[in-house]
Antibody, heavy 116, light 107 residues
Framework: EVQLVESGGGLVQPGGSLRLSCAAS????????MNWVRQAPGKGLEWVSY????????YYADSVKGRFTISRDNAKNSLYLQMNSLRAEDTAVYYC?????????WGQGTLVTVSS | DIQMTQSPSSVSASVGDRVTITCRAS??????LAWYQQKPGKAPKLLIY???TLQSGVPSRFSGSGSGTDFTLTISSLQPEDFATYYC?????????FGGGTKVEIK
C-alpha cells in the first residue's frame, strides 16, 4: 500500500525556519517525481515545489522561490521541504504528493502556522 | 502562469442529480488537465487525468471531457459520498495551477 506521511509542521514566528519531511513507503520512491502542495485555511490548493526522481531538477512557485528548498533522499525514501524566511501567508497545510503532472497519492498533510 | 477558472463556485444538488462543473484555462493546455475531489479535513483524491481518463478505482458516474481551454467534470447521478469540493488542475507547464474549487452541497 502506498503511504506518504508528512511531519515537521508547527507554529513558527515570522522570519523563522521549518523543515518538513515526507516519509514514503509501498512503492519504489526513487522512480517517482514528487511535489509539495499547500492549502491555506479555508482556501484552495497551491502547488509549491517539484523535484525529479533523481533530485537533479527542481521547480518552485514564484511565491516561495528563494525561500524554500526541496530535496530528497532516495536511500531513506524521504522528501523534504526546507522553509526559510517564513511569512504569515505561508500558513497552510502542506501536502506531499506523488508524481510529476497528476498527483495520484497524497499524504495527510502537516499544518504550518506562521504567527507571532 | 496559466490561470484556471472554475464555475460555479458552489452548487446545491440532490442525490441522483446530474452535476456539471466547468473549468477554463487562460491559454490552451491540450488535454493536460486533472480533476480532484476533496472532503473536509482530508487530502485531495485524483478522479480524472488527461482530461478524460478515469483514475483506477473511481466510480464510472464520474466523467471528464474537453481539450484546449474548456473542460467539464460530470457526475451522472450524485451519490451521498460525492458531496465535496472539486478542483481542476492544469499540467501543461511545470508551474502547475489549480482552479478555485467547486463545492457540491446537499440541496
Amino acid at each position: 500500500e502506498v503511504q506518504l506521511v508528512e511531519s515537521g509542521g508547527g507554529l513558527v514566528q515570522p522570519g523563522g525556519s521549518l523543515r518538513l519531511s515526507c516519509a514514503a513507503s509501498g512503492f519504489t520512491f526513487s522512480s517517482y517525481e514528487m511535489n509539495w502542495v499547500r492549502q491555506a485555511p479555508g482556501k484552495g490548493l497551491e502547488w509549491v515545489s517539484y523535484i525529479s526522481s533523481s533530485g537533479s531538477t527542481v521547480y518552485y512557485a514564484d511565491s516561495v522561490k528563494g525561500r524554500f528548498t526541496i530535496s530528497r533522499d532516495n536511500a531513506k525514501n524521504s522528501l523534504y521541504l526546507q522553509m526559510n524566511s517564513l511569512r504569515a501567508e505561508d500558513t497552510a497545510v502542506y501536502y506531499c504528493a506523488r508524481s510529476g503532472s497528476y498527483y495520484d497519492y497524497w499524504g495527510q498533510g502537516t499544518l504550518v502556522t506562521v504567527s507571532s | 502562469d496559466i490561470q484556471m477558472t472554475q464555475s460555479p463556485s458552489s452548487v446545491s444538488a440532490s442525490v441522483g442529480d446530474r452535476v456539471t462543473i466547468t473549468c477554463r484555462a487562460s491559454q490552451g493546455i491540450s488535454s493536460w488537465l486533472a480533476w480532484y475531489q476533496q472532503k473536509p479535513g482530508k487530502a485531495p483524491k485524483l478522479l480524472i487525468y488527461a482530461a478524460s481518463t478515469l483514475q483506477s478505482g473511481v466510480p464510472s458516474r464520474f466523467s471528464g471531457s474537453g481539450s484546449g481551454t474548456d473542460f467539464t467534470l460530470t457526475i451522472s447521478s450524485l451519490q451521498p459520498e460525492d458531496f465535496a469540493t472539486y478542483y481542476c488542475q492544469q499540467a501543461n507547464s511545470f508551474s502547475l495551477t489549480f482552479g478555485g474549487g467547486t463545492k457540491v452541497e446537499i440541496k
